[in-house]
């Protein structure tokens, strides 16, 4: 059976930092794609970002304009795990973040067959 497990969620003041893990087990995830959806209270999931296995045997990352510059998403296939760096954190950064991991990746929830429970991440003003 499949599991993706995160943690590192929890509250953190405007301008802190956090570090979401993603520990994938049942399964491994080389060529897959591996990223971080989020959804805030009353809003529809929305995509974070992802790493990608791409042209020439490398992991190419995508991530949405509103976290470009602050985000840092990275994964390590020996822990079979996937992990977000999140700088300069804002109020709006608020939601329930998820790993979801997939053969195609990209921006859409379809294109991801296994999702974690999420983890709470609350950035205070």
């Known amino acids: 059976q499949v599991q993706l497990v995160e943690t590192g969620g929890g509250l953190v003041q405007a301008g802190g930092s956090l570090r979401l893990s993603c520990a994938a087990s049942?399964?491994?995830?080389?060529?897959?794609?591996m990223g971080w959806f989020r959804q805030a209270p009353g809003k529809e999931r929305e995509f974070v970002a992802t790493t990608v296995w791409g042209a020439g045997y490398i992991y190419y990352a995508s991530y949405t304009d509103s976290v470009k510059g602050r985000f840092t998403v990275s994964r390590d296939n020996v822990k079979n795990s996937v992990y977000l760096r999140m700088n300069s954190l804002k109020p709006e950064d608020t939601a329930v973040y998820y790993c979801a991991a997939g053969r195609r990746g990209g921006p859409d929830s379809y294109e991801y067959d296994y999702w974690g429970r999420g983890t709470q991440v609350t950035v205070s003003s």
């Open positions: 049942g399964r491994t995830f080389e060529t897959d794609a």
